[in-house]
């Protein structure tokens, strides 16, 4: 293929060097005249493992050109890799002057060009950028339409600096964000080969998952440093705990736990936690991240309970009340709390839930129940029908297959739904439901 590349620091170059070494004619186009120069002459224009050999290789193939002629590098080619720098303003926001000038230039070529040019944007850009900011930008320049005279798309990065054309070669995956065939259908042409899953998205999400990946790394770390300091307060090897915990590939280093759903709740997560907390006070250690998980579930919970609220409807009927389907456990459910807080300010509450029976209720989960809500046996009923009944909103607290679809003949369609478990896509209530953040 022709491709172009703009901007050519860590990412370009290498994505540069690595489509030149796999038979690719490719033009380089950087505003920094001696990026250009060292391009050109054969030399790396970033401290890379391997870059020092491969630059020159592909120099002499005599299929990588460069020019600061943004232009002429889109008249060049068929496709544009955008990789230009999205660093940090001095008030956090994502500085995007230069991709807002290069989208500008883009269209400015566009105009000039007749045949179906594929853009994809590489630079890491916040969630909406490509489409409700530079789509416009690039129509307004070019004077044509996106999906028709040309295609935008976002395709993240994932290379490492230290080990950028290893990862080149062997990324996680290929994710790629585009609403039109013609960019799937090039991008999967140029780096379909690669030995990993080609993931095709909408534009957002690929813009959205390249923030998460990030994050995620970053809470990894900070994990495991947050980790490493109490443990060294308690005379703990944190590499063997470390060790130990990834060694869990079913609940750790998993899927599991990663669904988004209501706050977490139950006899172990929320008391460990505190423990955890406490424990650290007691050895004057910092554990910030771990420290505001709490925080965190609650600002969840307060979500849902602003949702119920908005609805302006006074019955309310909950579905569900143990912290998990399938279970009787009351201890910390946050449906609990929820309901707590609901009658704490005049709700009409009704509660339905296949699992719990107050009158096997043993120990500290029968206790827990009585403290926190001592009116229980009020408003637990044994049929669900009963509840969907008498309520105006239904809060959704069970996934349990028999409830859903007990709930599909039941529900009356003036009833409003509070979706507190992520419905299944295939459940025909998911549509009406009111989704807590989804
Ligand atoms: N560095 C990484 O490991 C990495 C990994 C994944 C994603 N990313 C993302 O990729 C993007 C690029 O990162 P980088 O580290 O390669 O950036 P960089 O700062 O090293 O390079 C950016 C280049 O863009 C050039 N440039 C600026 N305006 C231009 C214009 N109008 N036309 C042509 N060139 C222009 C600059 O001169 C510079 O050479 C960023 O959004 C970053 O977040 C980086």
Known sequence: MKISIFGLGYVGAVSLACLARDGHHVIGVDI??????????????VVEDGMVDLMQQVAASGRVSVTTDAEEAVLGSEISLVCVGTPSAANGSQDQGAILRLAEQ?????????SGHVVVFRSTLVPGTVEDVLRPIVERESGKQDGQDFHLCFQPEFLREGSSIR??????????????????????ALFGHLPCKFLRTSVRSAEMMKYCCNNFHALKITFANETARLCAALGVDPFEVMDLVCQDTQLNISRAYLRPGFAFGGSCLPKDLRATTYLAKTRDVEIPMLASILPSNTSHLDLAFDKVVALGRRKVGFVGLSF????????????VALAERLIGKGYELRIYDPEVHLARL???????????????????????????????????????PAVLQALERDVRPEQALVDLVSLPA????????????W
């Not at 920094?32 to 224009?45: A, V």
């Not at 883009?106 to 007749?114: I, N, T, W, Y």
């Not at 009351?330 to 449906?335: D, G, K, T, V």
């Not at 295939?426 to 953040?437: H, V």
């Open 32 to 45: 920094d005249p001696t990026k250009l120069r060292l391009i050109s002459e054969g030399k790396t224009p």
């Open 106 to 114: 883009m269209g400015r070529a566009l105009r000039r060009k007749d």
């Open 167 to 188: 990862d080149y070669d062997k990324p996680p995956f290929t994710v790629v964000g585009a609403n039109g065939e013609a960019a799937f259908e090039k991008l999967q």
């Open 324 to 335: 998990k389907t399938g279970t009787d456990d009351l201890r910390e459910s946050p449906l």
């Open 362 to 400: 043993l120990g500290a989960n029968k206790s827990f129940i009585e403290r926190h809500l001592p009116h229980i046996g009020q408003m637990l009923m044994p049929e669900l029908a009963d509840v969907v009944a008498a309520s105006d909103v239904l809060v959704l607290g069970s996934s349990s």
């Open 426 to 437: 295939a459940s025909p209530l998911r549509e009406r439901a009111l989704g807590l953040c």
